[in-house]
Every structure is written in C-alpha cells, then in structure tokens.
C-alpha cells in the first residue's frame, strides 16, 4: 500500500471550460478538506459530489466541485479525490500548488494507473490498454484497445499459464523422487499440451502484423509514373494541399506521410517520386526510394496514367506488382480523359478501378476497394489481436521456449532441463499479464505514460 498521496491534473492541460485534478492515497480526502470550504468531506459517503470554494487561507482561490471515493471503490482502489474546478492554467497551478503545501506530492507519468495495477484492479495487459485506449484514433485501435482493456486477450494467456503450471509441477514432482523412475508426467500428454499451447500462441503472434497496423495505421504507399496523379490523388483523398502538385514530372520529391482514416482505418500514406528510369540524380534517389517504400509497404495504391501510359507499361507494372507479393489495388488515374484502349485495358485486369483524383470522380468506390484489399473484416469477428510489442516479443519467446520443450522431449532430455525449459515459458507468459514484474519492467511501461493518467 502506498502511503504518499498524489496529485495531478488529469484532464489536458491549456484553457477548457473545467479542468479535473485528481488526488489519490490515504490521505486525499483529509487534505483536500484542510483547504474546501463547504461540508467536512471527511464525514461524506463515497461517489458523492460536493459544492465549495477552495481557499489559500482567506484568500478563495476557486469555486469547485469535489467527488470523492472511497478505498477500495475507486480507481487506484485508494482513496480518490476528484476537483472539477475552472478550466485556467492559473486556477490549476494555484490549486496544485495549495494541495502539495498540505502533503500531496506530483504524480509521476502513469503513477495513478500503476497504482491501480498494483493495487490488483487489473492486470499489466490491461493496464497498457488503458493507454492504448487514451490514445486510440480510429475506430479499429479503440476496438482493439478496448477488448485488450475489458480482459479479452489476458484470460486467454492466463488460461494457457494455468495449463503448464500444472504440467511443470507434475515435472517438478518427479525431480523430488529423484534417482526413482517414476513419471508422473505423461511425456506423450505434455507433448499434446505443448501443441495446443503452440497453436493458441501462433495465431496471437500472427495477429501482431494485423495489431500493429491498427494500431499505428497501415503503411500505405501511392506509386506510379511521374505526372500520373499521385498528388493529386493523395490531396484529394485528404482534401487539402499537403502534396506539391505540379506539372513539372517529379517535382515530389520528399515523402509526405499523411493519415487517412477510412471506415475506421487509419492509413498511414507515404508520397513516392515517381518509378520512372531517370537520368537526373535527385530524381534517381527519389526512385530508388520508391522502391524501398514499396517493399516496406503493406498497400500499394499503383496509378496508372490512362491519358499518357502505354498497354505495355500498364503490363509491366502488373507484372511487378505481383513479384512483390504485397497487396495492391491497379487504380487508372485520369478516367475523365483516358485513351479508349487503356481504359479497355485496364477494366481488363480484374481487381483494378478507373477513378479521376482530379475531378474527385469515383473516390468513394476508391475507398470501398481499398478497404476490401486490406480485407480487415476478419477482425471484427473478435479474435484477440495482439497490438502490444512488448506482448509479442514474450509471445515469441516463449513460443521459442515451448519449442525447446519439444525438442527436448524428442531428445529424451532429462527432467530438470524439460522443467528449466518450462518454466522459461511460464516466465514470459506471466510478464505478459504482470504476474512476473520487475521494477525496471513497470518503470519501462508506466513512463509511458503521461502525468494525470
Ligand atoms: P504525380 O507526379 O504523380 O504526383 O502527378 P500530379 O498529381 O502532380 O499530377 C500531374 C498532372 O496530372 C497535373 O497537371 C494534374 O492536374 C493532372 N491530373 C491529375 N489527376 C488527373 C485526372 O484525374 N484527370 C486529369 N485530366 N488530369 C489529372
């Protein structure tokens, strides 16, 4: 149990209508009472809201409404105060500053929800999902931060825990019986077990590719020739002038990295210099680029020039696109004034959309593709998405040590290694949720965070 009692302003800090200070610890109540003109909160129930002034002294420093609650009801399951008081900067500073002279000290980054966490409110996964939450912008990273959030991904490595546990113990008791041969644990069954706990493991680590795009956005990269509408295309999409657009062929030189979120999607756009073989250096550079971008890419929108481009370049990109393996929409650009047989042509290859970025015509179906590309309608089923690096490098370790484990039962290896090499595995699944902790893992975690959370 902590003893101090912390403080911060939990809402952003600037100019708002109100602003919440929060204050959690054994003594917040009492302090905040020393200084509230009103009731003696001291004497109130908890998850009630009282009206009063706080005051430096004589001096009335704000009219505020206080909530209290009461350990363990709260979020800290300390006891909480929350001041909603006048939106100023100043206002706040005063009251903060009225708080610490009574005890309190400043919270540090995160503190309020590492106390929560160690508090046993709920556990580390759950923890960073909170922040995840905080900081999710698109519909998809709030689902998955949320479903992270409420537990869904935590029972299910809890679950996993519980069965090797079980097995390790039935190991650890053999080793008791030393030199005897006795075996409590059935190595075909533990074998078995490994198994399973490999493929409950391998899709949560697979889903990480997925996660990490939800949450940080699709990396998405808009390719073709020079002048075939890339800025256009992304200005359009983003409707404001955040690309150069010129008639000049390679004028954009620099990558200009922009979000877009589509149906609750973010995608995260890389502007590329054109794919055209170049004599000029700058422009050479901005090539090889391009290509670099594409591999690291996980959607290319390719532009194909319907006015300008020939059928054998509208082959050749095709062909280069499938040898990438990376998904990619064949979008022909300038449908307002494309060639007859280009169009022809293009409508040909299946998968692909004619659109005009500069009459904004067809951006919508634009969109509707997109989306099916990426094909994210998989995880609106609910599987448990694993968007957490530090949750996927444990899953990959221990999946590494679960290896070990079966690799060892192929060799005969004896007990005491078989068991080193589970509780290996138990010692990564347990980091995961929190039921192993260092300190320099929660510092790691909570400094993460901002001060007020
Ligand atoms: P980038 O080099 O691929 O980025 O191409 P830009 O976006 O700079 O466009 C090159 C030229 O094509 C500009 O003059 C645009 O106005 C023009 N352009 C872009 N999209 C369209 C379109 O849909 N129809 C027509 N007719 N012209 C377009």
Redesign the pocket.
Known sequence: MNQDTIVALSTSPGIGAIAVIRLSGPEAIELTNHVFHGKDLTKQESHTIHFGTLRDGSKIVDEVLVSLFIAPRSFTRENVVEISCHGSPYIVRQIIQLLLKQGARLAKAGEFTQRAFLNGQFDLAQAEAVADLINADSEASHRAAMNQMRGGFSDQIKALREELIHFASMIELELDFGEEDVEFADRDDLKKLINQLLSAINPLIDSFALGNVIKNGIPTV?A?????????????LLNEEK??????????RDFIEDELNIGGVVFRFI????LRDTEDTIEKIGVARTEEQMKKASLILY?I?L?DDTVVELHRALNKLENLGIPFLLIG?????AKPEMRTALEKIPGSIV???????NLEGLKDRILEVVHLEDFKTGDTIVTNVRHYDNLFKTKQALQDVLNGLDNNITGDFLAMDIRQSLHYLGEITGEITTDDLLANIFSKFCIGK
Do not use: Q
């Open positions: 808009i073709g020739k020079p002048n075939a509408g890339k800025s256009t295309l992304l200005n359009a690309a150069i657009v010129s008639n000049i062929p390679g004028t954009t502007d590329t210099a054109g532009l020039d006015e650009n300038k449908g307002d004034s659109i005009s970025a500069g009459t904004k015509e």
